[in-house]
């Protein structure tokens, strides 16, 4: 049995071990300047004009969960996508049904305006 999850430790192994040495190395012989302009943030390459005691509005978070609710279900759809014919017509009945709900929650979500930006 472990020579079937072999190949994907091995993988997660060597990218791990990559991933480290590089971190490792740019430690070692990047250089090191601490500026003033080095700290400061920046979006998009221009100087940001937020404070640091800027509070985001509740909007902002709102639109932000719903964007992972949303994006989470339709994580679920990629496996049947990818094996929709061994999964037969059941599948495809049951995928247009939470495809439907997704739908209506979408519509309910928008109709109450929580989509709206404030």
Do not use: C, H
Request: hydrophobic share 55%; glycine share 8%; no cysteine.
């Amino acid at each position: 049995m472990i020579r079937s999850y072999a190949p994907a430790i091995i993988f997660l192994l060597l990218g791990g071990g990559i991933g480290t040495l590089f971190v490792v190395v740019n430690s070692k012989l990047g250089p090191k300047r601490n500026i003033k302009q080095k700290f400061d943030p920046y979006e998009s390459g221009l100087p940001s004009e937020v404070r640091k005691s800027f509070r985001f509005g509740i909007s902002f978070y709102l639109i932000a969960m719903l964007f992972l609710l949303f994006d989470t279900e339709v994580v679920f759809l990629y496996p049947i996508a990818v094996n929709l014919r061994a999964f037969g017509t059941f599948a495809l009945i049951e995928t247009a049904v939470f495809i439907a709900l997704l739908f209506v929650a979408f519509i309910y979500v928008w109709r109450r305006g929580a989509l709206d930006w404030r």
